[in-house]
Structures are given as C-alpha cells and as structure tokens.
C-alpha cells in the first residue's frame, strides 16, 4: 500500500491522504491569509472522510468538478458539516481563488455522498473501510482501510477523553500500520472537569456582579460543548452564530452525540440569537453568557459583541480553545487589545483562555499508540510531528513523520 501525504504533513490544515493513487482520505483547507489547499487535487476512484472540520473536508468540493464523480463517504453528521462550510466558504470566498470550487461542486457533493455509521464496513475504490468512533466532535471517525492483505488505521482527529458532547474513543482495531495525529503531542491538558469547574466559577462570579460574558467558541462541536456547561450548571445563555444550526443539525443526529436528551435540554435552555432589530446590542447587558463565533474573534456575530462589552471591566470575555498566532483572540489575551472588525480596540472587559480541547493530549496519544506498540506509526496533523516520531522512538515505536509530497509503503 502507498500512502502520499498531500497536507496535513508536518502541520495542521489540510489534511489529504492518497492511497495508492485511487482511494483519497480527506481533503482539507488550511485557514490563512491566503487560505491553503492540498499540494495536489488528486483524480481518485473513491474519497473517504473522517471528520466535519475545515481542516478535513474544506476541500472537497474541489474534487467533482469537469467530469470527476468519485463516491464520497463519511457519517451523516460529517456530510451535513462538509455541506455548511462549503456553503460557508463560497460565501466568504466565491468567486476568487481563495475558493476553488464553485456552488455547482457543492451541489455535486450531494449526488455522490454515501454516508455510513460507525463498524459498518462499506467498499471505497476496491478497499474494505470501515468508521469507528473518534470521539472528537459528532460523527468524527477513526478509518481503517483494508486491501485485502494490509490494514491501514487512519486516527484522524480524535480525543481519548469523554467530552459532555461525545464519548471518548475506545475503538483499538488491529491494524498493519497507523496514521496519527499529534496536535497536542507536546501538552498535558488539566482534567475536563477541573477546567469546565473553573469556566463556571467565573462565569458565574461575573454575572452575578452585573455583568456579561462573551464566550467565542467554534461552530462545529465547541459551541454545543459550551451550551450543554451551560445547562448543566444552569447559566443563562445566548447562542449565536453558524453554531445555531450546527446545533439544530446535530440535533437530528441522536446516535452520533454522547447523551441525546442532555442536547436537547442545552439546545431549550439556549436562546437562539436571531440578530433582528437590534437584538445583539440589547443583550449585551443581560447578565448572561453569549456563547458565538468566530472562536479566535476574527468574523462572525463576535465582532458586534465585543466592542458593545469591551469598555465594562466587570464584563469578561472567555476564550474556549487554542488560539492561533496571529489572530485577534490571540493578541487579545497577549496584549489586551485586538483588532476588531478592522479596528484595534483595546479591552477592559476580563480575558480569559479556558483550554476545552477536542484532542487527545500527549499522554492520550500514549495512551491510545500504546495498543500499536509492534506497527509503524506515521506521526501527522501536528506542528511537531518529527518531534514526536523522535519521542516515540525513544520509548521503542518505529514511529517516523513523513514530510509534505512523501509516499510511503506500508505492508
Ligand atoms: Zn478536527
């Protein structure tokens, strides 16, 4: 079996994987300015996807264009999502080069897409894949590809903790030769209840002084985490942004969430911000928490709430996630101002960074590679991936991290 790394080697965003010059695993876009794609956009026979994140699928609408139809398979909740940011993108983006698919490819995607559940094998290109649980956002898989004499298991992003949304990943299958990531090989997460503790504690400080708290969390997975907090402890919140119909949207999707009712419950505790007559501005003085996108602060229903919140310091505003270099979150947290909406405005109101991760941290990766001690590990998806090939050699894995472009044989 050759496996040629056309993204995600090396670094994070988007991750491609070409077997064999036929069966495509993933084809993702990697969020900067310019956006970037894949190093090649490949003819496959079948394209298989592990997850609804950007980074994953933001691509694939690129591959049905002229007289290309390769099936696509994924979980159902992985195509709605692929589906929202393909609509998200051409948005952001139709029309330039900065999106290189047109809303005819998207259209496309829906007459290929074959969506299956987890431990139902399914034929892709002359290959047995089957998904198993992730355990990283709904509908996020593990895929193990067989060819009849070698299995491959691609982790893709995964998480070995429960998280209120899912399940962790408890999913071993036997495999010839692992593709992991390693987002947070270098890492130790605190425990998700010492962090979610911690969140509640001082959101609920803040309202109970008078004032509001604006939580940016991401659409997909972050902000349902955030509304099931919310309900748990019962703080009074607002969603917003493309996080209300990826709720909604998950919502039909029972068996891919970790406790079905617990959702529904968030989703009526919620209220649902629909931006009519000024209806963002008015609650930002309700003693409640706004939990919207964008989660690194840099577009979204989040560039009306801040500057009406930043002058207050009894106000806060809660980072959910890593914050990438660059981005205003970012420069918030490290200088306490950012520019918003293409205005620096510095900020009054409290920052804070809360680290509810979606990936298994390094002792997770240990953990979850300890049941691939004697197969090849291909370390991918992560900002040090040679570093921690080296790691995983030093404690006695024949672990290597290919670079971009590089095709690798396994057996
Ligand atoms: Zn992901």
Not at 124 to 132: C, Q
Not at 155 to 174: E, M, Y
Request: proline letters at 6%; aromatic letters at 8%; glycine letters at 10%.
């Amino acid at each position: 079996m050759d496996v040629q790394f056309l993204g995600g080697a090396g670094e994070i965003g988007r991750s491609a994987i070409l077997i064999d010059e036929s069966l495509l695993l993933d084809f993702g876009m990697l969020t900067d300015s310019p956006p970037q794609f894949p190093v090649q956009t490949p003819s496959p026979d079948a394209v298989v996807v592990s997850h609804g994140h950007l980074d994953h699928v933001g691509t694939i609408p690129a591959l049905v264009s002229g007289d290309a139809r390769p099936p696509i398979h994924w979980t159902p909740p992985t195509y709605e999502l692929a589906m929202t940011l393909a609509r998200d993108t051409l948005k952001l983006h139709g029309g330039t080069v900065n999106c290189p698919f047109t809303e005819t490819n998207v259209r496309r995607v829906t007459q290929v897409s074959k969506t299956h559940g987890y431990r139902e094998s399914f034929e892709a290109a002359g290959y047995e894949v089957t998904f198993y649980n992730a355990g990283h956002i709904p509908g996020s898989a593990h895929v193990l590809v067989d060819d009849g004499d070698t299995r491959l298991l691609y982790t893709g992003d995964f998480h070995t903790d429960d998280q209120r949304l899912v399940a962790g990943t408890t999913a071993r299958p036997d495999a010839d030769a692992v593709i992991c990531e390693s987002t947070y090989s270098d890492v130790d997460h605190d425990p998700r209840e010492t962090v979610e503790g911690r969140f509640v504690e001082s959101v609920e400080t803040t309202l109970w002084e008078g004032g509001t708290v604006v939580v940016p969390a991401f659409a997909i997975g972050r902000t349902q985490e955030m509304l099931l907090v919310c309900e748990a402890h019962d703080i009074p919140c607002y969603v917003d942004g493309m996080g209300k119909q990826v709720t909604e949207m998950l919502g039909q999707y029972p068996e891919f969430v970790r406790d079905a009712d617990a959702l529904q419950r968030a989703k009526s505790h919620a209220r649902f911000v629909t931006g009519k007559d000024g209806q963002r501005k008015r609650i930002t003085d309700q003693k409640a928490a706004i939990v919207t996108t964008s989660g690194m602060l840099s577009g979204g229903p989040a560039m009306t709430y801040i500057p009406e919140i930043r002058g207050n310091p009894m106000n806060k505003i809660t980072m959910t996630g890593y914050q990438v270099e660059g981005t205003p979150g970012r420069d918030l947290l490290e200088t306490g101002s950012a520019e918003i909406d293409g205005r620096i405005m510095p900020v009054s109101a409290r920052v804070e960074q809360y680290d509810f991760s979606a990936h298994a941290d390094r002792d997770g990766l240990f953990a979850y590679l300890d049941s691939y001690r004697d197969t090849p590990v291909l370390v991918n998806h992560g900002d040090r991936c040679e570093a921690f090939a080296t790691t995983l050699r030093e404690d006695g894995y024949d672990a290597t991290a290919p670079e971009l472009g590089a095709t690798v044989a396994i057996q």
